[in-house]
């Protein structure tokens, strides 16, 4: 994989390296992953052309390249009353990974959603289906407290942290004046000069049984890359 597709950034590459790294440490595929696989197959059959101008529908019917899916992707609480706790924060996650990755990328050879999207409109002629508002309904509501789930808002691990933020500098075409470029010593040294992981707007300290680690708000992500865009060389000031 590494000499056909030299470049570590080409998203062909990425799609296959993540697959990989779920298939050495997951036992269980959750609807979460179907993106990934779906471009996989998809770039596995162009590749068969481009490579050997070879059509895989000849072989394979249409319908069995596409990965359905037949039910609804689990929860975090439903993945966390699922599985004991440190295999449901690994589970998360992952596909809080996945996610990141997937809006930074925003490539259908890295990962190819399929999402429905409902809109509401007052013509009824333009409607897919009919939903009645009632205004007089006795029951009422109100939000006491807004409670939010970490693993729902910091969704950055330190090694997509520093993907997204290399994947960033190479779009931006940002060099760094810094010869081993941004890694996790880096991105070490900026937490500990901006003393992230002591706010929690920008780092959550999770710690679950004898795991111990922290995850990163896009706050922190926001402000890393702002830093490094206006000031490349801070590296070497620090």
């Not at 899916?69 to 004991?84: D, G, H, M, V």
């Not at 997937?102 to 809109?119: H, P, R, T």
């Not at 939903?131 to 007089?136: E, H, Y």
């Not at 710690?207 to 926001?222: A, M, P, Q, R, V």
Request: positive net charge; contains cysteine.
């Amino acid at each position: 994989m590494k000499k056909i597709y030299s470049d570590d950034s080409t998203r062909i590459r990425l799609n296959l390296e993540r697959i990989i790294e779920l298939r050495n440490i997951s036992t269980h595929y959750e609807l979460k992953y179907a993106p990934l696989f779906q471009a996989c197959v998809l770039n596995y059959i162009n590749e068969l052309q481009r490579f050997h101008s070879k059509d895989v529908t000849e072989a394979i019917s249409q319908n069995f390249l596409t990965i359905s899916a037949t039910y609804e992707p689990l929860s975090n609480e439903q993945i966390r009353l699922k599985y004991p706790s440190e295999i449901a924060e690994k589970f998360i996650q992952q596909a809080n990974d996945i996610d990141v990755l997937v809006a930074e990328y925003n490539s259908d050879k890295f990962a190819i959603g399929v999402k429905q999207n409902l809109y509401i409109t007052k013509k009824k002629s333009e409607a897919d289906f009919t939903v009645t508002i009632a205004n007089q309904s006795p029951s009422q509501v109100a939000i006491v407290k807004d409670l939010k789930d970490p693993s729902e808002t910091h969704k950055y691990s330190y090694e997509n942290v520093i993907s997204v933020v290399v994947d960033r500098l190479n779009k931006n075409n940002i060099k760094l004046n810094y010869k081993p470029a941004f890694n996790q010593y880096v991105l070490t040294l900026i937490i500990d000069f901006y003393s992230i992981k002591s706010d929690e707007k920008y780092a959550y300290y999770h710690k679950i049984g004898k795991s111990e680690h922290y995850t990163i708000h896009n706050n922190s992500l926001i402000l890393l890359f702002q830093k490094l865009k206006k000031t490349p060389d801070i590296l070497l000031r620090a």
